[in-house]
């Protein structure tokens, strides 16, 4: 019963959020950046259902389209950090030796340096913008990857079905890729899922430190961090991004126990 819950209700979470990110890319009900003065941190009401800003503009309007940056450097960021781990973890466990001992080295190196603090670093470096979080979160979090696939494929690599491909004449290539490397699925799965969250938290994070999409294009992070000076007199605008925040983390979080759940083999 609660893995069902947890697997409709995360689902459901995640699709409204997804399905709100996916009309802003075709309508919003104003224009997200159209600056109004005379209408500024007005309350919410009919037309600006959730209110305008300190510079008149719809809150409405730019929480959609700030869902429409989060999901979609969350979405980039989960795939360049999959590609970079998967091709580390495959080539490190599958091979051992001395390609196991230099990538790891390497792995290990950018392990130690926080996720967050790391993407800080890159990311004053080369300058906030929303290919430069991908950048940053995917170099981040590919380490954590490879070790993940790292420890799967030091587990398959002795078993039956890979000394038989052996046998029968395939390339180390051909086995890796086509007998090894499918059998990581489940795991990188639940990884992903719970990645998926993670990047959400991290590109509002560095936005709301100045970090991240450089305004006045909306993300949920900078819309925080533009509401602080305005906590007492318009709540408003700071309730509905951490909204909007929590609802996505806890999606992704139900739905990635659900999926551990039924990925498990012990289970």
Same mark, same amino acid.
């Given at each position: +019963?609660?893995?069902?819950?947890?697997?409709?209700?995360?689902? *459901?979470?995640?699709?409204? &959020?997804? /399905?709100?990110?996916?009309?802003?890319?075709?309508?919003?009900?104003?224009?997200?950046?159209?600056? $109004?003065?005379?209408?500024?941190?007005?309350?919410?009401?009919?037309?600006?259902? *959730?209110?305008?800003?300190?510079?008149?503009?719809? &809150?409405?309007?730019? *929480?959609?389209?700030?869902?429409?940056?989060?999901?979609?450097?969350? =979405?980039?960021?989960?795939?360049?950090? +999959?590609?970079?781990?998967?091709?580390?973890?495959?080539?490190?466990?599958?091979?051992?030796?001395?390609?196991?001992?230099?990538?790891?080295?390497?792995?290990?190196?950018?392990?130690?340096?926080? /996720?967050?603090?790391?993407?800080?670093?890159?990311?004053?470096?080369? /300058?906030?913008?929303?290919?430069?979080? &991908? =950048?940053?979160?995917?170099?981040?979090?590919?380490?954590?990857?490879?070790?993940?696939?790292? /420890?799967? &494929?030091?587990?398959?690599?002795?078993?039956?079905?890979?000394?038989?491909?052996?046998?029968?004449?395939?390339?180390?290539?051909?086995?890796?890729?086509?007998?090894?490397?499918?059998?990581?699925?489940?795991?990188?799965?639940?990884?992903?899922?719970? +990645?998926?969250?993670?990047?959400?938290? #991290?590109?509002?994070?560095?936005?709301?430190?100045?970090?991240?999409?450089?305004?006045?294009?909306?993300?949920?992070?900078?819309?925080?961090?533009?509401?602080?000076?305005?906590?007492?007199?318009?709540?408003?605008? #700071?309730?509905?991004?951490?909204? +909007?925040?929590?609802?996505? =983390? =806890?999606?992704? $979080?139900?739905?990635?126990?659900?999926?551990?759940?039924?990925?498990?083999?012990?289970?």
């Amino acid at each position: +019963m609660t893995l069902r819950l947890n697997l409709v209700l995360g689902g *459901l979470l995640l699709a409204a &959020v997804a /399905g709100t990110a996916a009309t802003a890319s075709v309508w919003t009900p104003f224009n997200p950046v159209a600056v $109004n003065l005379r209408r500024r941190l007005a309350a919410p009401t009919d037309p600006y259902w *959730l209110g305008t800003d300190e510079f008149g503009r719809d &809150v409405l309007s730019r *929480l959609m389209v700030g869902a429409s940056t989060g999901l979609t450097v969350a =979405l980039v960021t989960v795939l360049v950090a +999959m590609a970079l781990g998967i091709t580390i973890g495959l080539l490190a466990g599958f091979f051992r030796g001395w390609t196991d001992r230099a990538l790891m080295a390497l792995n290990d190196a950018l392990l130690a340096f926080p /996720g967050i603090l790391f993407a800080l670093g890159l990311l004053t470096v080369i /300058g906030p913008s929303k290919w430069g979080i &991908v =950048l940053a979160l995917g170099l981040a979090y590919a380490p954590a990857v490879a070790r993940v696939v790292r /420890g799967s &494929v030091l587990s398959l690599r002795e078993r039956e079905f890979v000394e038989a491909s052996r046998a029968l004449g395939n390339s180390e290539a051909y086995t890796l890729w086509r007998h090894v490397a499918p059998n990581c699925v489940s795991p990188l799965t639940v990884l992903a899922t719970s +990645m998926f969250g993670w990047v959400i938290l #991290s590109e509002s994070a560095l936005s709301f430190l100045g970090l991240g999409v450089p305004p006045p294009a909306p993300t949920w992070g900078n819309m925080l961090a533009a509401a602080r000076p305005y906590l007492e007199t318009a709540t408003w605008l #700071s309730i509905a991004p951490g909204v +909007m925040i929590a609802l996505s =983390l =806890l999606g992704t $979080n139900l739905l990635g126990d659900a999926l551990r759940d039924i990925l498990d083999p012990r289970t």
